[in-house]
């Protein structure tokens, strides 16, 4: 049973356009949501977080989205870069310690 | 300023064997966790040290697998008698301190048990 999903395994878009990646959650206990991005033979790397507290955050070229009672956030990215490139994972805490990953999505940004 | 690091980057093990996979988290981070990532799913959560302690070891899939951190810094997982379905990365991470905070990775190491 996966409390974090991201349904979409995959994305494609162009460079110059929004990346929207999606992330559904099923524990509502869950307070604590992050974005990752992860290259190849690298570990994830931090990307922006959200508490449960606010319903938006915003850094730079990457916004994300709580809807709390949909149970759903989202990362947008604009402008998307070819080095935005990456496979981009969703997780979440309830109280911030033992985070639960969702699979992630593969982004792709074609020049 | 240097990150987490994994120690091997791979490592190929007969099964049955015992195999020690080794993280030293960033200085002065005081939490630290273990993750294992199999192909196509995202890293799940084995067990996490608030200093020398673990603090939550409820992801340790069974009692073949055991980690240490006695110094608070450095910390080893351990694999017993290991088996094809453990071949997976193993990822480190650490926080400067445990909830809440953004966690570290390390760049994982690769675990193929033969």
């Known amino acids: 049973d996966q409390q974090v999903k991201q349904n979409s395994p995959s994305l494609s878009v162009q460079e110059g356009r929004i990346s929207i990646l999606n992330c559904d959650y099923t524990?509502?206990?869950?307070?604590?949501f992050l974005w990752y991005k992860k290259y190849p033979a690298e570990g994830p790397t931090f990307l922006i977080s959200?508490?449960?507290?606010?319903d938006k955050n915003e850094d730079g070229r990457f916004t994300v989205f709580l809807n709390k009672s949909a149970k759903h956030l989202s990362l947008h990215i604009v402008p998307s870069q070819p080095g935005d490139s990456a496979v981009y994972f969703c997780?979440?805490?309830?109280?911030?310690?033992?985070?639960?990953f969702g699979p992630g999505t593969r982004l792709s940004v074609l020049p | 300023g240097a990150g987490v690091s994994q120690t091997p980057s791979n490592k190929v093990t007969e099964k049955g064997k015992y195999v020690e996979l080794r993280c030293d988290p960033i200085?002065?981070?005081?939490?630290l966790y273990w993750y294992r990532q199999s192909l196509g799913q995202g890293p799940e959560f084995l067990i996490y040290?608030?200093?020398?302690?673990?603090?939550?070891d409820s992801g340790l899939p069974n009692d073949r697998f055991f980690a240490v951190r006695p110094e608070g810094s450095v910390s080893t997982l351990k694999i017993q008698r290991t088996e094809r379905g453990d071949s997976a990365v193993y990822l480190c991470?650490?926080?400067?301190?445990?909830?809440?905070?953004?966690?570290?990775f390390g760049p994982g190491t690769r675990l193929t048990v033969l």
């Open positions: 040290f608030q200093g020398t302690g673990a603090a939550d």
């Open positions: 200085s002065g981070h005081t939490a």
């Open positions: 997780a979440a805490s309830a109280g911030g310690q033992n985070f639960v």
């Open positions: 959200i508490s449960s507290i606010k």
């Open positions: 991470a650490s926080s400067q301190i445990a909830g809440g905070d953004t966690q570290y």
């Open positions: 524990n509502s206990m869950f307070d604590y």
